[in-house]
C-alpha cells in the first residue's frame, strides 16, 4: 500500500479531518479583541517551511497580550491532534479601589514608611527640659 505524501496531520476544515504532507503539521490559537479562543489544525508542506530543520513560521512570540501562538510537529502521524498551543499572559486591569480600601492602604503605607523615632532622652528628662 502506498503511504502518499508521508505525514498525516489532523485538519480541521478537510472533509475527512486529515492532510498529508513531506512537511510538518501544526496547531494554532488565536484570540479575537472581544477574547474568544479559536484552535486550527493542518499542515504544512516542506516547500514553503523555511529553514526546513527549525522552521520561522513555527515560532511564536512569547510577548505580553499576544494573540496567537503556535505549535509544529513532525513526530508521527496525528501528532498536531491534541496539541493546544498556550498563549502569553495578557496585561490585567485592575479597578480602582473605592475611598475607604484608599485611606485603608494610605494609613498602612504611612505606618509603615514613617521612620522609627528613637527617644535619646526619658519622659521625666524631656519635661525636666521644657519646664526650664
Known amino acids: ?5 508521508g ?6 476544515i478537510c472533509p475527512n479531518h ?3 504532507t513531506d512537511g510538518i503539521c501544526f496547531a494554532t490559537t488565536t484570540k479575537s479583541k472581544k477574547g474568544a479562543l479559536t484552535h486550527q489544525y493542518r499542515c504544512i508542506p516542506k516547500e514553503e517551511l523555511t ?9 511564536h512570540s512569547n510577548n505580553v497580550d ?24 495578557s496585561t490585567v486591569e ?13 494609613d498602612y503605607s504611612q505606618v509603615l514608611i514613617a521612620p522609627t523615632y528613637i527617644p535619646t532622652k526619658t519622659l521625666t528628662e524631656a519635661l ?4 526650664t
Open 128 to 131: 525636666m527640659t521644657v519646664e
Open 7 to 12: 505525514l498525516k496531520c489532523y485538519c480541521d
Open 18 to 20: 486529515t492532510c498529508e
Open 51 to 59: 529553514p526546513p530543520d527549525n522552521p520561522i513560521s513555527c515560532h
Open 94 to 106: 485592575i479597578a480602582p479601589a473605592d475611598a475607604q480600601q484608599c485611606a485603608i492602604l494610605l
Open 1 to 5: 500500500m502506498e503511504r502518499g505524501l
Open 66 to 89: 499576544d494573540h496567537f501562538a503556535i505549535e509544529c510537529c513532525r513526530g508521527a502521524d496525528y501528532c498536531n491532534l491534541n496539541i493546544v498551543p498556550t498563549l502569553s499572559p
